[in-house]
């Protein structure tokens, strides 16, 4: 199932510069440790994941993980579950790291874009995603790519840390 989504057209558009040496893969255990670093330097602790957690969550039966790599450097990964709900399924972003000096080259949003594919080619009708309610950067994001709030979990993230949940529904 992945072939088809893992990066047909190559890691260009979006703000990617051919030639720019990002190579797009599958997850593979050996990668638990890289992106274990990585999460912890992109997520303050009450929004970072241990490594069992991590493991489970990439290694998981309905999940999608992708690593984007430039040259040796990991540059960031993405995870991406479905989910039953109620007579559909439905994907859910786990996680989205890009490392510092990737950002703003439209790397996350190509690798979103790859999962909501790989949903969608899965029968999902749409995605959803639980973000920090003060990570005003990472709200941007979502509601730029077509997500939209629709509503709440107190505490989601911890006593006091709240969440705000996403959706966004495939077209037909």
């Given at each position: 199932?992945w072939?088809?989504?893992?990066?047909?057209?190559?890691?260009?558009?979006?703000?990617m510069?051919?030639?720019?040496?990002?190579?797009?893969?599958?997850?593979?255990?050996?990668?638990?440790?890289?992106?274990?670093?990585?999460?912890?330097?992109?997520?303050?602790?009450p929004?970072?994941?241990?490594?069992e957690?991590?493991?489970?969550?990439?290694?998981?039966?309905?999940?999608?993980?992708?690593?984007?790599?430039?040259?040796?450097?990991?540059?960031?990964?993405?995870?991406?579950?479905?989910?039953?709900?109620?007579?559909?399924?439905?994907?859910?972003?786990?996680?989205?790291?890009?490392?510092?000096?990737?950002?703003?080259r439209?790397?996350?949003?190509?690798?979103?874009?790859?999962?909501?594919?790989?949903?969608?080619?899965?029968?999902?009708?749409?995605m959803?995603?639980?973000?920090?309610?003060?990570?005003?950067?990472?709200?941007?994001?979502?509601?730029?790519?077509?997500?939209?709030?629709?509503?709440?979990?107190?505490?989601?993230?911890?006593?006091?840390?709240?969440?705000?949940?996403?959706?966004?529904?495939?077209?037909?």
């Amino acid at each position: 199932m992945w072939a088809p989504f893992l990066f047909e057209h190559g890691c260009v558009g979006m703000g990617m510069r051919k030639g720019s040496g990002m190579v797009l893969r599958r997850y593979e255990r050996r990668d638990l440790e890289s992106i274990v670093a990585l999460d912890a330097e992109c997520f303050a602790p009450p929004f970072r994941f241990s490594r069992e957690a991590m493991r489970r969550f990439a290694e998981a039966e309905n999940a999608w993980a992708v690593i984007a790599e430039a040259g040796d450097a990991l540059a960031g990964f993405c995870i991406v579950h479905i989910e039953p709900a109620e007579a559909v399924e439905v994907g859910y972003v786990v996680t989205i790291d890009v490392g510092e000096g990737f950002r703003r080259r439209g790397l996350g949003e190509r690798m979103l874009a790859e999962g909501e594919a790989w949903v969608r080619a899965s029968g999902g009708v749409g995605m959803m995603l639980h973000v920090y309610v003060k990570n005003a950067g990472a709200v941007r994001f979502y509601e730029r790519l077509g997500y939209r709030r629709v509503g709440g979990q107190k505490g989601f993230y911890g006593p006091g840390v709240d969440a705000a949940m996403y959706w966004k529904e495939f077209e037909s």
